[in-house]
């Protein structure tokens, strides 16, 4: 089985014990907002983060633009490492502004340049800038996080020595066209319930048939 195989025998196998997943915003700057809150926490704390962001600032993202960066790290404090995500934040918002004239995002959508624009961003990386692609304007763009990483690589979809960044480049060549956002849904979902760092339950995973770690 080549990896592309494998790639979308992983994506029928997870719809089948998954599902397809619910998709939720679809604003690309609140995604992109979100995401950078998302780094090393859950999803609750990175909502609640949101949330508190939002409620302080009358959701008004001029507002978030112009306070002090103090002022978004106390707002953000529930999901971990505020400081570097208030700046990043402030930097974003300011990025925006200057680029698009006001606080939307929806035209970025259209230019091929995205992903590295987005990247430019000091503190915005590629996956950052691809869920933001994905989820805000359906690209097919696929974002790797830490479950995806560890499962593709146990699996064999990517070589073990691929470095995240390649990781992108090589899943791009593999990927069959719109199935980006629930392979990446569900293969987070794997990677929390089963596809554990420590202890994976292969005996139950539903892709232990074809994962190369499972064979060995």
Known sequence: MTP???????????????GKPEIG???????????????????LNRDRAYDALMAKFGGNFEKIMEADVAEIEEAIKVGGLAKQKAATIKRTLKWVKENFGKFDLTELCDDPEA??????IKGVGIKTARVTLLFGCQHDSFPI???IYRVLKRTGVIPQNASREKAHTIVDEL?????????????IRLGREICH???????????????DYRKA
């Open 4 to 18: 592309a195989e494998k790639l979308a025998k992983i994506h029928e196998l997870l719809l089948e014990k998954y």
């Open 25 to 43: 915003d679809k604003d690309p700057l609140s995604i992109l907002i979100k995401t950078i809150l998302s780094q090393n926490t859950s999803d």
């Open 115 to 120: 992903e590295k624009k987005l990247t430019s």
């Open 145 to 147: 996080d830490t479950h």
């Open 175 to 187: 990927i069959t066209p719109k199935i980006a956002d629930v392979l990446h849904l569900n293969i």
């Open 197 to 211: 760092a420590r202890k994976p339950k292969c005996e139950i995973c539903p892709i232990a048939a074809i994962c």
